[in-house]
Each structure stands twice: as C-alpha cells, then as structure tokens.
C-alpha cells in the first residue's frame, strides 16, 4: 500500500498488546515502518546490508510469545471514523484504539532496533551487528545484491546529507517529516527508544530541510529511501567460488593444524607461538579479493570505484597481491604510511576490491578499493634502494567525476593517473593559459595516463597543469570535466558557478571547460596551493557579484572560491577580480574561512568586503553580496549604504569598518572575514 502517514499521533501505549495486534499493525503497515528503520540505520552498512536490516528490524519487532489481548482481534484496515460520520460506537472507539496503541507499540520497537545500530562499541567490527542484534535475523539473501532505485541529483544529495548526521537525527528526521510527528512527540519518541539526547536531535533535524519542506517530504517518499520496491543485481561469482574452495582449503588446514597439535603434545613440545595480531584470514587473502567485470561500469546505477575492472599485467600475480595484502593486514615499520586527512590506516575488515596491478615508473603497484570508503595504494620498488610506501585515502561517495582517476605514480617528471573505464577522451591543458587549446593525452591499455605535470606546490606560480576528461556516451553522462592535482591519491574536481541572471532561478555549479569558467580559474587557481595534501574533494568558483567601480572604472568580479572535502567540512576564499591587464593576474583574496557552509547549497548567502585604491590616488571600502542582498550598510570610521548587492564608499585605508546586509526575506548578513 501508499505510504501514507497515518493520523495515529501516540508516541506510546499503556499497555502491550497482543500478538494479533501487532501483527495486524505490522503488516498494514509494514513499509512504512520499513522506510522508517531504512532511514534511521547507518549509510555505512551499505545499500544491500541496509536494506536487509531494516526488514529485519520490523519483523522482529513481533512479540515473541502471545500476550492477553486488548480486545477482540482488529481487522488490518481499521482506522479511526473520520469526523462527520455519525458518533462511532464505544466497540469502534476500542478498536481503533487498540490499533492506534499497537502500532505506536511496533514503532517504537522498530525505532529501537535500528538506533542500537549506531550504538556499537567502537572495536566492534563494523561487518557485525551491535551485541543487542546478535541472534539471526531474517530475511537473509545469498548470491544477490538488493538496493532501492536509484534516484536523482536532489535525493542523493539528501542521502549524502542524512549519512553525516548522527541516527538520532535521521530518527527525527522521519518521525517529523514520515510520521508527521510534533516536535514534543518526536522527542518523547526518541527518548523512549534510548536516544541519549532527544531534544538535541529533534532540533537538528528541524534545521535539515527546513527551506523547503514539501519537497524534501516528497524526496523522502521517493523510491530513494523505499527498501521495498528494489532492483537486483548478482553478488561477485568469483567471490562465491573463491569462498568456497577456501572453506575447502580451510577444513584441510585445520585436520592438517589438529595432527600437528596431537603430535607436538605426543613429543612434549609446547607447539608454534602466536605472531602479532593481524587483519581477518580472508581480507588478506588474494583469491578472496573483489573484482568487477570489465563492462559491469555501462550496466549500473552506481558510476564509482565498485564499477572499476581490475587491471595491469600483474592483476593475477598472487605473490605480488599477497604482499600487498599482508602488508596492509600488518604494516612493518620500514613501510611508509600516508594518510590523507579524515581517512584510517587500519587493516581490512573484509576482502578489498581490486583496481590494479602492475610495473609503473619502477615499482610494483598495486591499487584496492575498501569498501566504499577508502582507495589504498601499495608500491614496492623493483630493484635498487626504496622504501615500500602504504598510501590511504578516502573516497566515499565518489562519482563520475571524483571517481574518474587515482594517483598511480608520482615522481619529479610528473604524475601518472589510473583512468576509470568510462572515461572516453583525455586530454590537458594549463589553466593559466586560458585560450590554449587542450593538448591530447596518451592512455595505456591498462588505463595509466603518461606524466603530467604537477603544478607547482610553492613559489612561482608559472603554469597549473590539469586533466580535461570526457566520459562514455554509454552511461549517460557524455560530458567534459577538469581534474587537478593537489598531493592526494584522488585528484579534485573543479567546477564553476557563473553570475547571476536578472530574473532567472539560481544557478547551479557547472563543469569548468567553459570561456567564462576557464577566464575565472586562470586568476584564482594559484590560490589553491593552500589547499595542497588536505584531503580535498572538489572546487567550485562562484561568481556572486560583479560591481561597477567607483570614477568611471570597469567592473570587477567578486568569486567564492569553496573547497569540499571528502570529510565534509568546506573551506571558503573570496577573491575580489578587479580589471588587469593579463589574463592570469591573480585575484585579491579578501577572505579566508575554514570549517563552513558558506558558497554551497546550504550557506547560499555571502556577503564580503575590501579596500581598494582608484587610479586617481583615493581610497574606498567595496562591498559586495550574493542575489539574495538587497542593502548593504558599513558602519565604523564612517558610516554608508546602498540598496542592492554591491556599494562603494569613500574610506581611509586604515579605516575600522563593520559591514551588514539585509536581505530580501528577511534577516540580516555579516561580512564573512
């Protein structure tokens, strides 16, 4: 049936009801309750695992014995008598009563269920449900792959949203916007379910879509987050085959390991010591590694590093895969380790999927992809001196573009890149030659670029060498996109947002291949060299504001310059572009914010200011805000305004100043500095 909320607003039951009770509220509405449990439980169990969770968690929810019932059995379609229909009996009042009551019951079980796994010790492994959910739990599916359909650009970005917040606010999150809960209800809710802190998590989910809440309502009510209407993909063949002739294997061992044991204690020898603790038997195992077929990136609707074929001519060198995979279980001290930030360095949990193998500049090099989170480099040189290096990055929740290529090798000529298999044209160019054509780049068989040339990590700031890439027209997104280098395995990817349109809707951030795009980042790239090696996702340039300079100059650009990383936290620079004459002279960075929202979708409004020197010798304070400012006011050493998004005031150079905006809905905006 229609997930629709129901109007039962009790939050709790006097009393337990019966087996017949619950089951009656538990399969009229079973997926609504799933979507609920669906919501609430960690993104970080995957799609597949998730799915089976949270029907798992709603049929367990059932009492496990029968208990005395409330009253009579209720029929599954019992509802409340709709007002105007005539006074409802006292035995119609009773049932619905007992309905209302028996599915607050169950909710509040399933509720439970699905917070106590976020509530998991922290050396618990992570493949293995919380202690309170040990007992087998069904449904339980075995050479299938479950997941919901895929939805678009808005319910992703609402997922990737969810998956940073804590289970108790996605619980919130549903109970207000699903349930159709009050805030007092949620909270009473969440508490009874063990929340630790109820009200807190009800306020932060009253802040997650709150500008537009029909919409967000609509896109959780999409197939998204429906667990019940799936598409089915099959698991690894190989994988299962492997399995199998390792159990094989396995059994073996342990006869052969019990006859050794009976004949040391028959010889009096205490037997072999334990070594170091180690990564699982299996994850470290090769014939046990994950491997995509090579056309499996056309057929999904997941575009990311599980769509990537394993490749290079040592892809089926077990010695080589074995030391890479011991190595990473337990890292000697001789192994350099590099980290990029927010990512661990610990052992697999499970058999990594590989990307890579192969001889490259010199060294052995294998790439693993962890379980939708990490990509990890292991390069071991072939011959002479050289330290084995052990390299780890995060790169959960990539896609066509922050998933199209990984560092294989970096030496002083240049980088050399693994493409993705649905990258269809690459080329380069220099980003601080803006009106150069795009060079070609020459690909392997195996998917690794040539050298390219890094920009430089300090002094002059000469040339910023990018990768342009196009992808396959074969998974619907034929488009052409820049990557850069700065330092990490995962290369970022730079977009652009351009002036707003009199009139027109916000615009959104594009790829950067563009005229306007090209002229923007040939004056602000330089300035991403103070982001070098700190774990960064992409870059998007927004130009918020153009403003008429004061005696009858040209305009000059105002750009938010935002950084995402793959952690999360964004870090902001707005450079003020006035008039030069060379197309790369660099921009004045005005601003500097670390760990904000602001110049994405959910810091939309900006507003920044600058002194600046007219030809004529004068100095004044500029200011400018984004579309939605509609008077600015600076107050200090002496005192302006000007209705619209930019102004211009006469200043001394020193002069203390404080700058506010109001904007058209209301509210006002401080100057970001």
Known sequence: MPIHPSRHRSTRSSERPGVQQAEAALVEHYPRLVRLAYLVLPPSLGRHRRVLAAHAAVQRALPARRTATAGPPVPLRTRVPAQGRGVPSPRHLAAAHVASSAYAWVRLRVLRAALAYGRRPRWWPARIPAPAALRPALPFVRGLRLFPRAGGAEELALDRTLSTVSAAVRAAFALRLLEELTDLEATVLLARAGASDAAGAVRAAGRLGSADRPRTESLLRSAEFDPCTL???????????????????????????????????????????????????????????????????????????????????????????????????????????????????????????????????????????????R????????????????????????????????????????????????????????????????????????????????????????????????SSERIAENHAFLLTDLGDLAPVHLTYTPLPGKGAPPRGPREATGGPALLSWARTVCSLRALRGSGVRAVNNWAFARQPLPEGGTPADWVCTRADTWQGPGRVLVQFLQPAASLDAPGAVVADRPDTALCSRFGQHVLAGTHWRAPSGRWYVLAAGSRAVNRIEVTGTVRGSADGTTLAVRAPQDAQLELKARLREGGTLSAVR
Do not use: I
């Open 231 to 373: 598409q089915t993909r099959p698991s690894d063949l190989l994988r299962r085959r492997h399995r199998l002739r390792a159990v094989a294997s396995a059994a073996a061992l342990c006869v052969m390991a019990g006859g050794l044991v009976v004949l040391a204690a028959e010889n009096g020898s205490d037997g072999p010591q334990d070594g170091p603790a180690r990564a699982g038997s299996a994850a470290v195992d090769p014939a046990a590694l994950l491997r995509t077929a090579a056309t499996e990136w056309a057929d999904t609707s997941r575009v990311d590093f599980t769509a990537w074929p394993a490749r290079g001519d040592r892809a089926r060198d077990r010695d080589l895969l074995g030391r890479a995979l011991r190595t990473w279980g337990h890292t000697p001290r001789t192994v350099h380790v590099s980290t990029s930030p927010g990512t661990l360095s610990v052992p697999p949990a499970q058999p990594p999927r590989l990307l890579y193998a192969g001889e490259v500049d010199g060294a052995a090099v294998v790439l693993f992809h962890d379980g939708g989170v």
């Open 375 to 470: 990509v990890v480099r292991y390069a071991e040189p072939l011959t002479g001196a050289g330290a084995t290096a052990l390299d780890f990055a995060r790169t959960d929740d990539a896609d066509v573009t922050t998933g199209a290529a990984v560092v294989v090798s970096r030496r002083g000529d240049g980088t050399r890149f693994l493409l993705a298999p649905w990258v269809s044209e690459t080329t380069t160019r220099d980003l601080l030659a803006p009106n150069a054509p795009a060079r070609s780049l020459t690909v392997g068989r195996d998917g690794v670029t040539a050298p390219v040339s890094s920009p430089s990590p300090g002094g002059s700031c000469g040339s910023w060498p990018v990768m342009q890439l196009r």
